[in-house]
């Protein structure tokens, strides 16, 4: 069945006419926020501040019963195939990333659950055996792009506070030469790892970086396989022993945007923070994973009552954006991350059952930075701009780091927190102002995610609140949400962009086929901006 | 007259009706995209790939015309009061960052504008002096929040590649005690300066974090007052040259998010590049000034027919956001730096006019990340997704850095400029595949801003592009992009719950008045998310 024709959509339309108010009289009361509110291990949803009551949480719950989450909970995690679109050529792959961080070895899973589980405690045990080999490293420089190390980068941010050395993560993420050649100028080549992370072995961004940092090892005349690594996929062209100090082994059953807790996050996270932080973060993980398949109730389950919250502001209040933003300066690449997670998973427009064009929104963009930096940057939009932006607010009671102090009567921590509060309430409540430029029209909602502090597993329990978030979204809204058809154009036309370039260098090229006429086109405009730089007649004088 | 009220608003309303086809057979040639571009300076804009054509291209040009925006751009330049609202008490102020970077000072203009030229050219003279006995100092600590770090963050990354030592700046800029304190584990304070940044001088996120700085110089036993330095409106209450090293002026007239070229970026940025730098950086942002003056055909004015562009896609195309995407990883923090200077500015309700609430949409939600990162993350949705987001790219003929190489007979920078082509080229033309999944619509508007490099001027040039496209998007809006009274309720509101904060340190204090009852619901909040981490239990026992 489609989205539209779930009953419950259609009382939801109903019920979006006579959505709340949260500037009425009385209507966002402190009984209103205490009552409003969900809790799983340690963290905390207050919903309070959206634009929901009791009737339409339970038309929400029904849509998620309607659209038969939980079975479609239990699959996913059960490893059955859910990567596929019917009627179209499709990935037609399991979704593995519960099984392997699943700590329950003794539950009743399927054939395939075990064996990921088991297949990806072999690689922890070689890491194991590994990073206490590597100890004379002190940076490691990851080569990936996109999933290889979005969630990386977020989480080694988010838990610096907890290493107890000073090993250092560098990320050449982008095929531009000047970011792999800013890292060069920084770290020392004899105790820097590179770990090349590629699933397919067969990118060529990856390829070049690889190929460039190889010939600096060469250059420093230090032996280069000593070091390099690689995560890939078994049987991947790169899957070379003879090139790779050691390799670490992912499935095809891990996308990359669900790939943090693989060997992808695992070996430089582990490196950096050593196993037993990397185990606490997998734990996180795990008992989040379970909380999302066995509560059953949508309004205690965490991440699916999250879902259904996205979905009202999305398709019934028809709010085209999403900000997400933490106040925690640690939590500072987390959006960078969500992202992708988000936007990558659920930016669809077909139907998973038929392969049909959906006819109703998905993923809104995702943004946002940290509080309180964007207070001070777009919050002048949020609060008095002609749209409206829903918020999910990411909060902590204590800060991660000793050394906060009290000043005029609070703490930084409390202050902090202060400001967090008082922008949900802010938003909602608004100011009927009589001087218009200072009115504040209210009724934005947001909600607030609570827990005591970020450390490794709560951090471990939010990542798989996201997860599971995008994963119910795209349940309720029918579509595929494990494969990413919509970067393959780009691609391909990259490739032939980059065979004109090569065109150039080669005599008696001339291959101007009509698919890359425009290429030649904009690259025409390349010369004429460099020629402002170097005029012609100076370059006849040099 | 408002917005809606202009004959050309209502002409373009039509024209959006049928607006171009990017998809249709042969309409994006090769010709296209060669004739629709303009320059100024080094910077080249192609928008060949935006649904614009001539007809829709006069009629933007008359609607500039009809907002009567040489006329108000001109008052911005002469320093006359420009940050008003009719019938609303508003900051009735000048605004003058255009003035202070004039470089020629001969030109005929008004006192106010003489006397700024001249105070700011009196502070860069002490700051030279301060420079060259300040060299003993290899790090600056940036105490400012908003508009006082954004725009200098940005700069900062982007000309890293033109430093000639390795002096850093850290960016102080989160009441978070987890960002200082991060920044206190790097840096030695003995080498290290503070440059507290604030106009008002009573900001009380940035006196808490003086205050908590102050308190570690002391303990480390160095003289406190030998590493401060400020940057503050003249008069203001911070404004105690006993307290300071050095203290740099400002004045009323420069809005926080048009800051970077007054002492705010000038103190932090020319210690870490030197004055040679920051001399050209100025240069490239006064002939961007001059051009957006000086050249009265919109189809020729770079800033202008950016702002066009931005309100076709905006008002008439309906859509509700704008990626920014410069590919060049040294811009990373560009976007952060525009979406203050775009959405404060410009995401408003209220006609400058009468002070009455407007009938149209004015800023969309700025985001983005650098290129090609962004491919691998959020650009599925944006091609395949049931959004569309126009974007404004930014690319570069040359990378910064030495260092790059020819793999597979491309250098990466061309692979890098390949790949920003290619998804201009995708995102118009699509590719209506047979199969769903692989299916892409196509039509999606873009624009590309090239130039050479990424140089000191170069990037000047482009911050006064984006701070002009600003202001003539506003006149043409008819807001007054120069106040931020939308950040005031949050602030307020923030005071007050800081206040229950403090009283619960009060024995007796029972301050719980009706405005802020809500800030205590919260506040018992976090006492459960603590509990989760500290069962009660535990604590008797401990």
Chains 1, 2 share one sequence.
């Not at 997998?282 to 309004?299: I, R, S, T, V, W």
């Not at 032939?496 to 001339?510: A, E, N, W, Y």
Request: hydrophobic share 40%.
């Amino acid at each position: 069945m489609k989205f539209q024709d779930y009953k419950s959509v259609n009382e939801l339309q109903e019920l979006a006419k006579t959505a709340p108010n949260l500037t009425k009289q009385g209507y966002l009361s402190d009984e209103r926020i205490r009552r409003m509110a969900i809790s799983f291990g340690k963290w905390r949803l207050l919903y309070g501040t959206e634009r929901v009551d009791e009737k339409i949480c339970k038309a929400l719950s029904n849509l998620a019963m309607e659209a038969g989450v939980h079975e479609k909970m239990n699959k996913l995690q059960n490893m059955d195939v859910m990567n596929y679109v019917n009627n179209c050529k499709s990935e037609e792959r399991r979704v593995g990333h519960t099984a392997i961080r699943n700590q329950d070895k003794n539950a009743k899973w399927s054939a395939e659950t075990r064996e990921a589980r088991e297949d990806y405690q072999t690689e922890l045990r070689k890491l194991k055996v590994f990073n206490s080999k590597a100890n004379k490293f002190k940076s490691m420089i990851i080569v990936g792009i996109g999933g290889s190390y979005l969630g990386t980068e977020a989480v080694y941010h988010a838990l610096k506070a907890f290493q107890t050395d000073d090993k250092k993560l560098y990320f050449a993420s982008n095929v531009d030469p000047d970011k792999v050649n800013a890292i060069l100028a920084e770290v020392d080549l004899k105790t820097t790892l590179v770990a090349i992370i590629s699933k397919s072995g067969g990118t060529l961004e990856i390829k070049s970086e690889e190929e460039l940092l190889r010939k600096r090892y060469a250059q420093a005349k230090l032996n280069v396989k000593d070091h390099f690594i690689l995560v890939t996929g078994k049987g991947s062209p790169m899957d070379e022993p003879s090139n790779f100090l050691e390799i670490f082994y992912m499935w095809d059953y891990i996308g990359g945007r669900f790939s943090v807790s693989s060997m992808v996050g695992a070996v430089p996270l582990a490196f950096v923070f050593g196993m037993e932080i990397w185990e606490e973060f997998l734990k996180g993980l795990h008992e989040m994973d379970q909380h999302a398949l066995n509560e059953k109730d949508p309004m205690k389950n965490l991440p699916l009552f999250g879902a259904l919250l996205g979905i009202w502001n999305r398709n019934f209040l028809e709010l085209p954006t999403l900000a997400i933003i933490p106040y925690s300066q640690a939590m500072n690449f987390w959006s960078a991350h969500l992202q992708q997670l988000f936007m990558e998973s659920n930016g669809k427009s077909v139907a998973q059952e038929d392969g049909s064009f959906i006819k109703h929104e998905t993923s809104p963009v995702i943004w946002g930075t940290v509080g309180t930096e964007g207070q001070h940057a777009y919050y002048q939009c949020i609060h008095q701009g002609t749209g409206e932006v829903p918020i999910e607010f990411i909060g902590f009671a204590s800060s991660q780091r000793e050394g906060d102090a009290i000043i005029e009567g609070t703490t930084n921590q409390e202050k902090l927190l202060a400001n967090l509060f008082a922008q949900a309430i802010a938003l909602a409540k608004g100011d009927h102002n009589l001087n218009s430029n200072k009115y504040f029209s209210g009724n934005r909602p947001s909600h607030i995610l609570l827990a005591n502090v970020l450390d490794p597993y709560t951090l471990g329990s939010l990542l798989a609140y996201h997860e599971h978030y995008v994963a119910y979204e795209g349940f309720i809204w029918g579509i595929n949400s494990f494969d990413q058809e919509g970067v393959q154009l780009g691609k391909v036309l990259a490739n032939s962009v980059i065979d004109l370039f090569k065109c150039q260098r080669v005599k008696g090229c001339t291959s101007l086929d009509k698919e890359s006429a425009l290429g030649n086109a904009f690259i025409a405009e390349l010369k004429l901006v460099q020629e402002v730089d170097f005029p012609k007649n100076e370059k006849k004088l040099a």
